[in-house]
T-cell receptor, first 112, second 116 residues
Framework: SQQGEEDPQALSIQEGENATMNCSYKTSINNLQWYRQNSGRGLVHLILIRSNEREKHSGRLRVTLDTSKKSSSLLITASRAADTASYFCATATNQAGTALIFGKGTTLSVSS | GAVVSQHPSWVICKSGTSVKIECRSL??????MFWYRQFPKQSLMLMAT?????????EQGVEKDKFLINHASLTLSTLTVTSAHPEDSSFYIC????????????FGPGTRLTVL
């Protein structure tokens, strides 16, 4: 079963603008991860944030985690057309050997 | 490091035939492997979890007799879709985890299955 819910489901912006996607989850986690998927392709791991971290940066990506609200956000700054893809959050529990649970994803379209 | 491969990357088969998909961890030993299915414009849904040398644990609603999973070694898991039907057409993605990196999974590139 999926425990991650993302919003918005779809987001359309212009190049240069920032894109923010949100993810909520239901149970305690060990970490939360964000992935990108281009149409018809495999997953690309973007960033992992652990439950004891509040914010993490990687290039133009900024991820926040609020464990009290069970939510996370992914911010892509200065977006580019190449950022057009689907973005998924996925949560991992503390139990070893358990699968990642994926959210429904946000489809981002960046137009030039 | 932590590379996972899948083979084939795509397959087209006739209805009623069986298709085997391989998932390999190339540079690490995977204590656990996972199989996901993704329908168009949807998210990844976990199908089953397999540990080396033991039977796979299937998620609710996934038919174990239709989706046969074998995890014979620490670097190889296979998913066989038996008597495939058009509704089984999907993107199948495997992932692998190692006890040395708790909470992290490494994903294969996926296999696109089309059943005619």
């Amino acid at each position: 079963s999926q425990q991650g819910e993302e919003d918005p489901q779809a987001l359309s912006i212009q190049e240069g603008e920032n894109a923010t996607m949100n993810c909520s989850y239901k149970t305690s986690i060990n970490n939360l991860q964000w992935y990108r998927q281009n149409s018809g392709r495999g997953l690309v791991h973007l960033i992992l944030i652990r439950s004891n971290e509040r914010e993490k940066h990687s290039g133009r990506l900024r991820v926040t985690l609020d464990t009290s609200k069970k939510s996370s956000s992914l911010l892509i700054t200065a977006s580019r057309a190449a950022d057009t893809a689907s973005y998924f959050c996925a949560t991992a529990t503390n139990q070893a050997g358990t699968a990642l649970i994926f959210g429904k994803g946000t489809t981002l379209s960046v137009s030039s | 490091g932590a590379v996972v491969s899948q083979h084939p990357s795509w397959v087209i088969c006739k209805s009623g035939t069986s298709v085997k998909i391989e998932c390999r961890s190339l540079d690490f030993q995977a204590t656990t492997m996972f199989w996901y299915r993704q329908f168009p414009k949807q998210s990844l849904m976990l199908m089953a979890t397999s540990n080396e040398g033991s039977k796979a644990t299937y998620e609710q609603g996934v038919e174990k007799d239709k989706f046969l999973i074998n995890h014979a070694s620490l670097t190889l898991s296979t998913l066989t879709v038996t008597s495939a039907h058009p509704e089984d057409s999907s993107f199948y993605i495997c992932s692998a985890s190692t006890s040395r990196k708790k909470g992290e999974q490494f994903f294969g590139p996926g296999t696109r299955l089309t059943v005619l």
